[in-house]
């Protein structure tokens, strides 16, 4: 099984702020095969993020995924109100799908 | 509108069994794959089941295996999650997805709580 470690678990920025998110896989994800989704509180998680890099339909040009095998990044570059949530990565290219912990960027 | 809506959640004892319902609207049900997802209270995510198109293939995380049975009805856009045996890690918000292959999902559905306690 995949393990992926996210880091940091909590990310305090002000708005118009940078936010860089890590997700770390424990083995190389095949075809970089890594999603990121968003959750705010009470809702379901949203797909952002397919393939390490494609965006969703209607994703914002500020968000942005990046990184290969075992090492991938979720790039928010001007922070808006509506980022603060919590993000998880999962990986879909080994059996089972595995979600890491989550990342909670909060307002500073 | 492009929907998924769990129902069926609520309070059983340790050792009880439960039967979630999903149904779908406004897409083609009977060319997706869809799968189960669970939350615990305050923590993070956690996949549980997947069914094929035609039903014929499923898949189960090890948490759940040879006590969930994932099935699903194409006639009526629905599919199922029937929980046995639970245990009170069981406890969580459980989401329908859908899945698209070779498995990011990228429908959820609102949820529905199960807590497993006496």
């Known amino acids: ?108 | 509108e492009v929907q998924l809506l769990e129902s069926g959640g609520g309070l059983v004892q340790p050792g009880g069994s439960l039967r979630l319902s999903c149904a779908a609207s406004g897409f083609t049900f009977s060319t997706s794959t869809l799968s189960w997802v669970r939350q615990a209270p305050g923590q993070g995510l956690e996949w549980a089941s997947t069914i094929s198109v035609t039903g014929s293939t499923t898949y189960y995380g090890d948490s759940v295996k040879g006590r969930f049975t994932i099935s699903r009805d194409n006639s009526k856009d629905t599919v199922y999650l029937q929980m046995n045996s639970l245990r009170a890690e069981d406890t969580a918000v459980y989401y329908c997805a859908r899945e698209v292959l070779p498995g990011y999902f990228d429908l959820w559905g609102r949820g529905t709580l199960v807590t497993v306690s006496s």
């Open chain 1, 1 to 108: 099984e995949i393990v992926l470690t996210q880091s940091p678990g909590i990310l305090s920025l002000s708005p118009g702020e940078r936010a860089t998110l890590s997700c770390r896989a424990s083995q190389s994800v095949r075809s970089n095969f890594l999603a990121w989704y968003q959750q705010k509180p009470g809702q379901a998680p949203k797909l952002l993020i397919y393939g390490a890099s494609s965006r969703a339909t209607g994703l914002p040009d500020r968000i942005v995924g990046s990184g290969s095998g075992t090492d991938f990044t979720l790039t928010i570059s001007r922070l808006e109100p509506e980022d603060f949530a919590v993000y998880y990565c999962q990986q879909y290219g080994n059996s089972p799908l595995t979600f890491g912990g989550g990342t909670k960027v909060e307002i500073k």
